[in-house]
């Protein structure tokens, strides 16, 4: 499969922080929270509890917690970003860019790029770096994507990559990513996947009548699923076990990173990861399959934050995945679907 010579790729990730400077972290905090597809409250009420009270309150604890994961390059979330965009450049015959949805490189940083690059550029492939669709993560980055597009008045077409939680090659490099780490003695693998408000989910539904109106409906079949951020977790959770064979036993899903007084998904990770000890789960191996690059929610949250409550409660050996990264599967894969996106294929 060829890519047209008039065409390039976006690797579109969240972004962070400039720095690890609390100025940096309010101007980034402030940014994300404003956005209303992750806080979707009406603009008046959003910006006195985004401005008045979240970003003041948080921006010297998250810069904090930014200060104990930071690299000398930048943020890991950057940094594995950009060496992403470099290993798929070497195998791609068009130009590859990277855009965050916050922060930088921005969107129109990453189209000016490519129109250098490919002065009659005719088609984008923009590959967001979340496999999940989600209003906060996968939606809020295409649509600003085709947003800023429409405001300058790029004349080339946009093709998006659709969410690849179930997709085969995205789920074996997934497998592929644990499957050295079930050599050591583990009593459970948990999936962390990073939460939602369940409002999110409901305003998601389609159908209008189909999401968390039973416990069991995410596992049901509906046209919801499409947009169903749950739905979707379940089923890369599930095609991942079945690849590696992994008793159902030894297997648990949770959800991190609540932040706010909504209710979220559940069961929480930090929750779960406190009660597992009590019974008798006392090794375990976390993988946070909702990241595609490892962040501050995988490095600190989990690995930092997660192994000492795990730890404080009793448990022994706690083991966290580190996510896709730079893996040569997971590089083939975004190759691969990069290619068979594109207009024609
Ligand atoms: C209402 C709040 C939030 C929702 C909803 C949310 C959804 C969501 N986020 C990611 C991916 C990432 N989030 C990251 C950091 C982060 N997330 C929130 C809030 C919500 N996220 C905040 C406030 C922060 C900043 C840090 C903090 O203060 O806790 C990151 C890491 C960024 C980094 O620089 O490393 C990622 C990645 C997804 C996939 C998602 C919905 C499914
Ligand atoms: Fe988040
Ligand atoms: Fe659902």
């Not at 967001?128 to 980055?141: F, K």
């Not at 948990?190 to 409906?217: A, K, W």
Request: glycine fraction near 4%; aromatic fraction near 10%.
């Amino acid at each position: 499969m060829q890519l047209h010579k008039k065409s390039a790729v976006i690797l579109m990730n969240l972004g962070s922080p400039d720095s690890t400077e609390v100025k940096d972290v309010r101007k980034y905090l402030d940014e994300f929270l404003m956005d209303k597809r992750v806080i979707n409250a009406p603009y008046i009420f959003r910006a006195m509890l985004v401005k008045g009270i979240i970003v003041p309150f948080r921006a010297p604890k998250s810069a904090e917690a930014y200060r104990s994961i930071w690299w000398k390059e930048g943020s890991p979330l950057i940094v594995l970003t950009k060496q992403l965009q470099e290993a798929v450049q070497d195998k791609m015959p068009v130009p590859v860019e990277i855009a965050m949805r916050y922060g930088s490189p921005s969107p129109k940083a990453a189209y000016d790029s490519l129109l250098q690059q490919v002065p009659d550029l005719e088609e984008v492939v923009l590959f967001p770096l979340y496999p999940h669709y989600a209003m906060s993560s996968y939606e809020t980055a295409v649509e600003y994507m085709k947003e800023v597009k429409e405001k300058y008045g790029y004349k080339f077409k946009l093709s998006v990559i659709p969410p690849y939680y179930n997709h085969p090659e995205y789920i074996n490099a997934l497998a592929g990513s644990i499957k050295p780490f079930l050599e050591q003695e583990y009593d459970k693998v948990v999936f962390s996947y990073h939460g939602v408000p369940e409002r999110h989910i409901r305003l998601g539904d389609v159908t209008g009548c189909h999401c968390l109106q039973t416990e069991d409906c995410c596992t049901k079949p509906s046209v919801a699923h499409t947009q169903c951020y749950r739905h979707q977790t379940f089923e890369t959770t599930r095609l991942v076990t079945e690849a590696l064979n992994l008793p159902k036993e030894k297997v648990e899903q949770t959800f991190q990173s609540r932040l706010g007084r909504d209710k979220w998904l559940e069961p929480a990770t930090a929750n779960r990861l406190a009660e597992l000890p009590a019974e008798g789960v006392k090794k375990i191996l976390v993988v946070c399959p909702a990241f595609v690059s490892d962040c501050l929610e995988t490095l600190e949250e989990i690995a930092m934050g997660g192994k000492e409550i795990f730890e404080h409660a009793g448990g022994e050996s706690f083991t966290h995945i580190p996510c896709l990264n730079v893996q040569p599967q997971w590089v083939e894969t975004v190759v691969d679907m990069s290619l068979n996106a594109a207009s024609g294929n």
